[in-house]
Each structure stands twice: as structure tokens, then as C-alpha cells.
């Protein structure tokens, strides 16, 4: 039998396992709360591993590795950033969201909540944040198409769009039956393949290559300051990269795991899972870079098209192909965990924060899950007529849409969960800002190669948005008595809070 069958029969076991969560899910959906949140009943373990893998993306596989293998560890100032980001998220943000978000009208996505959070009778906030999902997560969905054409092309030499529409049909199908029950399950056995491979394939490709020395030397041949953080490096260029961190407080999708945790004391058992898997996955995609440099400079007759791939071709070349094939399923993992945690996070922006706002009539539960599954497979439509020209690098993607949710929610979120004074118009002026100058910075080339989008959008929303709630801020006694609760709840006792 030839290397591509077994390949394939481990990708096509994979996909099936996939197909039948999403049905087991299925039958334990029962209403919006369910098919958003999953009841706010997940244990610690699998909302850890689900915000990991949904977090991480085709980029932890593809895009980190094919910088890392271009540029060296100079390129691994984003995942420094990432991982103190995602340690101070799981820290400050996950348990005080749990319990906030219980608090403020049982809200179950996070426009919901801004507006129950903030008593917004206008409405604005919530179709702003709505529309801001939209407009990002567009992007970010296309970004994972791409990765799943891009992995296809790269491991069977498929068409581009083949493997992006059999991508895109596998996670539509298991995300518009199965909802957040089914895209978080499904996420913690993606997460459990991507640590396993991204710890086997740089160890045994290490072996390969003839160890640590000779791998050490190969690297130094191809560029001598391929192990250098700093040449080459300046000051704008570090904090652009360690900025990434900053997106995680405004991540619908990563955050939105939060609030079905089964309660806020299982923040702290999430963090320590969540961080630890981040940790060994980062420093699997780094080494992985590093013993790709080494293995083709060894073997120049063997070529690297494309440095993205470097995951994939490695995992080929030292494993036999049932285990390359299983190798390849992690691959696949990062790219449909994270499109189907933003297809949901989508769906629940347009059928709870618009079409209920816009259409105030009552309306079912049945007929709003069968409207959630109709909104995940319009977002799918729209993101694939996008990533069908493969416009930009998988990274670039995803930079832009991080840095568009992390501008425009992250200091929003923060101050929701800290600050007394916010008001509603304060957090629409912030929203706006800093989505506005993402989109501005991101489309000038001279602003964007002098720094990443997310710190001036980051900044700038923050300023924006205390400034006008400093000067629109008028006391509430139902805000003040919900943030009293929340407070109460979080910490078991009467607390005292700098106003």
C-alpha cells in the first residue's frame, strides 16, 4: 500500500471522530443557552484545552514554525507575548467574567453582556459589538480556510481549494449540528493531538537529524543568528510582537469559554492546565522550526517549497505514514478548532445581538438554534468567497483579526470587569476607536512596518473609552449593585473596591 493510503485512513478516522461528537452534541442541545454556552457546564480540563486549540489555530502549526524557519527565534517574541497575555487573561479576566456575566442577566455572549453590564437602553453597544464580531471574525474564519487549503496542497499535493472546501464542509457540518458543546469537546481532542505531535515530531526529528550538537551546528550554517532574540532586533519591533499578548483580553471566542466554566473557582485548575499546554505546544512549534533548518540543510536535495509547511513536511519525512497521518490530523485539528469556536461566536453575534435587537418579536428556542445553524453556514459562505483568492500569509490573516478584537473589546472587557465608572457611551467611543484604527494602521504600509496595529488600537481605545465615561459617568444603583454582587460571589465575602 502506498504512504499517501495510510495517511489518508488516519485523516478520514480523524474526521469521522469529529462527525460523531458533533452528533453526540447534537442530541444534548436543547436551547440557545446550549448551542452558545453548552449550560455553563464545562469542566476546568475541557474549557483548558478548548480555549488552547481554539486559541492557537493553523498558526501554533504552520504560521509560528514558517516564521521561526525564515527569521530564526527573533520571531519568537509573539510567543513570549502570548503566553504572558494568555497567563493574565486566565488570571483576571476568566473567574471575574464567569461570575459577571451570571450576575448580569445570565448573559450568554459578550455584546449580551456589555449591554446588561452597562444598562444600555439604546441598544448601540450591542449591534456595534455585534458587527465588530463580524467584520473580524470574517476575517479570522478565512484566515483558518486558507490554512486548511494551504495543508492539503502541502500534504497531498490536492488542489488549494479542494482542501479548503473539505475543511470548511467537516467543521460546518459538526459546528451547525453540535453547537458549543460540540466545538468544545471536539477542541479538547484537537488540543490532545496537536501536544502529542508537537512534542513527537521536533523529538524525533532531533534523532533524525543526529542529535542536539549536529543540529545546533546545521542551524548556525544556514544563518549564525538564527538562536539570537535580539539581532536584528529593535525596541518598536519586540513590543510589536510581545503586543500580542494585549489581544487576548478582547478574544470573543478564547473568552466566551470563560463564562461556561461550571463556576468561577475552576478558573485557577483551567489556568494551570490551559497555561501548561501552552507552554509545551510553543516551545514543540519553535523546535520544530529549528530542527526543520537543520534537517534540510543536512538534505539539500530535499526542498521546501513553502516554509509554513515545515510542520507538515518534517512529520513525513521521520514517521511511518500511519503516524505521519495522525500527525497531519493535529495539523488539521489547529486549523478546524479555531474556524468552529469563531463560526459559533459569529453565529451567537448575529442571531442574539442582531436579529433579536433588529426583530424584537417573541421567538422560540427552537427557532432561534435552527436561525444560529442557518447564521454559522451564511459566515462560512462569506469567509470561504474570501479565502478562495488564498490573499495573504495564514499569520498576516490572523494578525490583522487579532489585532482588530484585542483593540476594540480588550480595554472594554477589562474596565467592565474593574472599573465602576464605565458607561455605555464610554465603551462605544473605545469599541469604535480602537477598531477604526486596526482597520486604518493596518491598511498603511508606513504605520504597519512601524508597529503592530493592536498597540496604537489598544492604547487608543483605552484613553477614548475613560475619558468619555469620566465624562458621562452618572451613578446607577442597579450597576452598582450588580458590580457589588459579582464582587461578593467572586471572592465569597463583602468586598471593598477603589471607585
Request: aromatic share 10%; proline share 3%; glycine share 10%.
Amino acid at each position: 500500500m502506498s504512504d499517501q493510503f495510510y495517511e489518508v485512513l488516519a485523516l478520514l478516522a480523524y474526521l469521522a471522530a469529529m462527525i460523531v461528537i458533533g452528533l453526540w452534541a447534537f442530541r444534548r442541545t436543547n436551547n440557545l443557552g446550549d448551542y452558545m454556552l453548552a449550560g455553563r457546564r464545562l469542566s476546568p480540563g475541557v474549557t483548558a484545552l478548548s480555549a488552547g486549540a481554539s486559541d492557537m489555530s493553523g498558526w501554533l502549526l504552520l504560521g509560528l514554525p514558517g516564521a521561526i524557519y525564515v527569521s530564526g527565534l527573533i520571531e519568537g517574541w509573539i510567543a513570549v507575548g502570548l503566553t504572558i497575555g494568555a497567563w493574565l487573561n486566565w488570571k483576571f479576566v476568566a473567574p471575574r467574567l464567569r461570575t459577571y456575566t451570571q450576575v448580569s442577566s445570565e448573559s450568554i455572549t459578550l455584546p449580551s453582556f456589555l449591554e446588561s453590564r452597562l444598562k444600555d437602553r439604546s441598544r448601540l453597544l450591542r449591534v456595534a459589538s455585534g458587527l465588530i464580531i463580524l467584520l473580524f471574525f470574517t476575517f479570522y474564519v478565512s484566515s483558518g480556510m486558507v490554512a486548511g487549503g494551504v495543508f492539503f496542497e502541502s500534504s497531498f499535493g490536492a488542489g488549494y481549494h479542494t482542501g479548503m472546501i473539505v475543511v470548511t464542509g467537516v467543521v460546518v457540518a459538526y459546528t451547525l449540528f453540535g453547537g458549543f458543546l460540540a466545538v468544545c469537546y471536539t477542541d479538547a481532542v484537537q488540543g490532545t493531538i496537536m501536544l502529542l505531535a508537537l512534542v513527537l515530531v521536533p523529538v524525533v526529528g532531533l534523532f533524525t537529524v543526529g542529535g542536539f550538537g549536529p543540529a545546533v551546528d546545521s542551524v548556525r550554517e544556514v544563518d549564525p543568528t538564527m538562536f539570537s532574540m535580539v539581532s536584528g532586533a529593535t525596541v518598536l519591533g519586540v513590543l510589536s510582537a510581545m503586543a500580542w499578548g494585549l489581544g487576548y483580553f478582547g478574544q470573543p471566542h478564547i473568552i466566551v469559554r470563560f463564562m461556561a466554566l461550571r463556576s468561577p473557582a475552576q478558573a485557577r485548575e483551567a489556568r494551570r492546565i490551559g497555561i501548561g499546554w501552552m507552554l509545551i505546544s510553543l516551545l514543540g512549534a519553535v523546535a520544530t522550526a529549528l530542527v526543520g533548518i537543520a534537517y534540510f540543510q543536512q538534505n539539500p536535495d530535499v526542498t521546501l517549497t513553502d516554509p509554513e509547511a515545515v510542520f507538515i513536511a518534517l512529520g513525513q519525512i521521520v514517521f511511518h505514514p500511519l503516524i505521519a497521518g495522525v500527525i497531519l490530523a493535529a495539523v488539521l485539528a489547529a486549523i478546524m478548532s479555531t474556524i468552529s469556536s469563531q463560526l459559533l461566536v459569529t453565529s451567537s453575534a448575529l442571531v442574539e445581538d442582531l436579529w433579536k435587537v433588529v426583530f424584537r418579536g417573541e421567538i422560540s428556542e427552537k427557532r432561534l438554534v435552527a436561525l444560529g445553524r442557518v447564521a454559522v453556514l451564511v459566515v462560512s459562505l462569506l469567509a470561504a468567497s474570501m479565502a478562495w483568492g488564498r490573499s495573504g500569509t495564514v499569520l498576516d490573516l490572523v494578525a490583522y483579526a487579532w489585532a482588530g478584537f484585542g483593540a476594540s473589546f480588550g480595554p472594554v472587557i477589562l474596565l467592565s470587569l474593574y472599573w465602576r465608572r464605565l458607561t455605555a457611551t464610554g465603551a462605544l467611543a473605545g469599541m469604535l476607536t480602537g477598531a477604526a484604527t486596526v482597520v486604518i494602521w493596518g491598511n498603511v504600509d508606513a504605520l504597519g512596518s512601524l508597529m503592530y496595529e493592536i498597540v496604537p488600537g489598544f492604547l487608543l481605545s483605552l484613553v477614548v473609552t475613560v475619558a468619555v465615561s469620566t465624562f458621562t459617568y452618572r451613578p446607577d444603583p442597579e450597576i452598582e449593585a450588580e458590580f457589588d454582587e459579582a464582587i461578593r460571589l467572586l471572592d465569597g465575602h463583602a468586598h471593598v473596591t477603589t471607585r
